[in-house]
């Protein structure tokens, strides 16, 4: 059973686009209410030519949007921002703190362990759809996952010894 | 047309002197305000004062004052639940660290007060704060109440316009997480930032 929960996890997160170069991973959100908003995060590489994300949906809310959290003084603020440039080579991470895809009118209560659709649409690539998990209300992805190992939240995941998920670098392939 | 930067190279001495007299005044304005503060406020040992009478409403839109929560260590943040990203992370920090810190847990009241009343009514706090666990006790109040404790507490809080939907905005407020003693006084802020296990940490130490 763990291990078929292993082998979802491995392959769940990769949105790869063949032709751009534009590989979606690390895709997630978290609980939440219907109606209400919903944060969701991604790490958007790009081994193509430069890039620029511009737009955002997803089946399961109302509306989404680009957004940036930011601290000016000690105040923290959310704007939104009209795309957000992936240059050539390198990867984006959207992440708790930084850019987010901001989730407005939920259609559903956003559960824990379950997952939604994100498209997220690209100047050159156009169009690309992941698959968020859902973890639990105010969770990040679980330390060293990420690249700055921050070891904000997601302990329930970090018990999962050994666990290699698709990250960085860009070009991992999901294992097995 | 001048270049910008023109203003800051050295002027003749009556541009000086006006600096300096500008200077001088608002550094003396500074002092008579902050002893004003003090006087006013009841300042702490810091020099800081931090917190307040307040009455507001909770999740089923009960009446909690400051006066109910004695007793108990507060450990207090300022957020709104439209926020899905900062708020919800340093919440599911403080609900980790109170984990993590076992019985000694049972001895401080954490607390969320909204700083956006107009859509953090009671029902929406209490589903919010309980997605993040039993401990977590979601605050609300008329934009009056609202404004009176933010000011006790020191947070700035602003709408900031998206759109011209009546839900079209966002605020700016301070993010800060302050912990009370169980008389009411203020103790220290808090770093919620640098994970559950350090919060529980600094916490442990301020718990006497
Ligand atoms: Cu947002």
């Given amino acids: ?176 | 047309m001048p270049k910008p930067t023109e203003h800051i190279s050295p002027k003749p001495e009556n541009g000086g002197k006006f600096v300096f007299g500008v200077l001088g005044l608002l550094f003396a304005v500074l002092i008579v305000g902050a002893g004003i503060t003090m006087w006013l406020g009841g300042a702490t040992p810091g020099g800081l004062s931090i917190g307040g009478p307040f009455s507001l409403a909770d999740g089923d839109g009960k009446r909690v004052t400051d006066r109910d929560l004695r007793g108990k260590f507060m450990l207090v943040y300022f957020g709104y639940t439209f926020c899905p990203d900062v708020c919800p992370t340093t919440l599911n920090q403080v609900a980790e660290a109170m984990d993590r810190l076992g019985p000694r847990a049972d001895r401080v009241q954490t607390v969320f007060i909204t700083i956006d009343p107009k859509r953090d009514t009671s029902p929406v706090m209490k589903q919010y704060v309980a997605s993040f666990g039993p401990r977590i006790m979601g605050l609300t109040g008329t934009e009056a109440e609202i404004a009176a404790v933010a000011k006790e507490f020191r947070v700035y809080y602003a709408p900031h316009r998206t759109g011209d939907g009546p839900n079209d905005y966002t605020m700016d407020h301070s993010s800060v997480l302050y912990l009370l003693g169980p008389d009411g006084t203020f103790i220290s802020p808090l770093r919620a930032d640098a994970g559950a296990e350090q919060l529980a940490a600094d916490l442990a130490k301020l718990l006497n």
């Fill in chain 1, 1 to 176: 059973m763990r291990r078929l929960l292993l082998a979802a996890l491995l392959i769940l997160p990769v949105a790869a686009h063949a032709q751009s170069g534009i590989a979606l991973t690390d895709a997630f959100t978290r609980a939440a209410a219907v109606g209400g908003v919903g944060g969701a995060f991604v790490t958007i590489a790009n081994t193509g030519a430069a890039d620029r994300l511009t737009g955002v949906a997803s089946p399961d809310a109302e509306k989404a949007e680009l957004h940036e959290s930011l601290v000016d003084n000690g105040i923290m603020k959310m704007r939104p921002v009209s795309g957000i440039d992936v240059p050539a080579g390198a990867a984006v991470k959207l992440a708790p703190g930084g850019y987010h895809i901001m989730l407005m009118g939920l259609k559903h209560a956003l559960v824990a362990g379950e997952a939604i659709q994100l498209t997220l649409t690209f100047a050159k690539a156009g169009p690309v759809t992941t698959t968020a998990r859902i973890l639990k209300a105010g969770a990040s992805m679980p330390a060293g996952h990420g690249m700055d190992g921050h070891g904000m939240g997601g302990h329930d995941m970090g018990q999962m010894p050994g666990m290699s998920m698709p990250g960085m670098p860009m070009h991992d392939a999901p294992a097995k």
